[in-house]
Structures are given as C-alpha cells and as structure tokens.
C-alpha cells in the first residue's frame, strides 16, 4: 500500500488551509542537481577524491608496472564515485521533501526529510530578500528576519543561506526560474506591507451623544 507523508495538508506544502483573501501566487521545490552542487559541493568532493587517485597513481606508477598502479587506483576511484552518488541522494530526497509556498500575504517552507518543519514568514516579519542567481538560471533567496526571530542553522540547513549562522536567514535554495521568483516575492511582499492597517477603537457613550 503506498502512503503519503504530506497526505493529511490541506493544500500541499501548507498545515492548514489558506484564510480567506490570502492567495497562493507560486510554489516550487529545490532543484535537486543545483542543490546537491550548491549546498552538498558534490563537485568540490569529486575533485577532491580526483586529486587523491591522481596521487596515489603518480605515487605508485614508477615503484609497480602501469596495471598494478591502475589496480591500486582503482578503489579511490570507486569510494569517490559511491560518496558523490550518496550526496546527490540525499539532494533528490531533501527536494522531493520540500515545498516552498509564496501568498500575498506570507513565505510559507515545509523542508525537512527525516523531521519535518514548517517555516512561516508574514512579509512584515521579513526586513530584506537577497537573490543569488546562478547561469543556468536556478537561484537562492535569502530572507532576513526582523526582531528577535532565532533559527536554529542545523535545523534549517540546507534551506539557509550558506554561513550566516549567528543571524541564520531561512532561504528558498536553488529554485527554478529564481529571477521571476523573486520578482514576484518583492512584488507581493511590498504590496503587503503598504496596506494601511485600520484599528478600532472604542467610543465612549458621552462622546458618540455629542
């Protein structure tokens, strides 16, 4: 019997259901190849374990002949492969757990694959949105939090923006087309924090006789 994770949300990516007049206006999930570049640098490990294969066979190929130097190679090659390959799973896994909601009203971020956490951020809780694009158009929006709002960095990760860790800012990570993306979150946001907001105040008897 297959079973869903997320099956008891309202509306995907969401814990309940959106109140009346806010408006889901996007929602998308990491690019699971960018992330594991960006945040998991599988790169930066493939070329690691390609420096030690490439040392250990210059360190062996004059003590041995050219097939045993190869041999001796071999296992750094395959270790390298096996560690690459287990970072981009845990990408795959990280991007098909998370869901990345922007209303006119809020950023919503479900992330999380082992425990689950939802994120929730009135845009008149957010100060500043910083955009990281890359070339192939995948990008990062970082947002910074006002007031005395603390995120834990471990929990968050890799939905943060890389190093900030006294103030960690929750970041929409290596998203699909960020460059509309973010035009959009600006939009929204600066239309919210614009509205007026009306208070009611009480009116005394002998002020409203008058």
């Known amino acids: 019997m297959s079973h869903d994770d997320f099956e008891i949300e309202p509306v995907?990516?969401?814990?309940?259901?959106?109140?009346?007049?806010?408006?889901?206006?996007?929602?998308?999930?990491?690019?699971?190849?960018?992330?594991?570049?960006?945040?998991?640098?599988?790169?930066?490990?493939?070329g690691y374990f390609g420096i030690l294969s490439a040392w250990r066979f210059i360190?062996?190929?004059?003590l041995m002949p050219l097939a045993q130097a190869v041999g001796a190679t071999v296992p750094l090659v395959i270790l390298g492969g096996i560690v690459c390959l287990m970072l981009m799973a845990v990408a795959w896994v990280q991007a098909r757990a998370t869901m990345y909601t922007i209303t006119n009203r809020r950023v919503v971020m479900r992330i999380g694959a082992a425990l689950t956490l939802t994120l929730n951020l009135p845009y008149k809780q957010v100060a500043n949105a910083m955009l990281d694009l890359r070339r192939d158009g995948t990008g990062t929006i970082a947002l910074e939090t006002m007031g005395k709002t603390r995120l834990s960095y471990l929990m968050v990760w890799p939905h943060v923006r890389p190093w900030y860790m006294s103030q960690t800012q929750p970041a929409l990570r290596c998203i699909p087309d960020a460059e509309r993306v973010a035009h959009l979150l600006?939009?929204?946001?600066?239309?919210?924090?614009?509205?007026?907001v009306v208070a009611r105040t009480a009116v005394s008897a002998a002020v409203a006789a008058e």
Do not use: F
């Open 12 to 46: 995907e990516g969401l814990p309940e259901a959106p109140p009346e007049g806010e408006e889901i206006l996007w929602q998308g999930r990491p690019d699971w190849w960018a992330l594991s570049r960006a945040a998991l640098s599988v790169w930066w490990v493939a």
């Open 59 to 62: 360190s062996v190929v004059d």
């Open 186 to 196: 600006s939009e929204a946001a600066e239309q919210r924090v614009s509205e007026p």
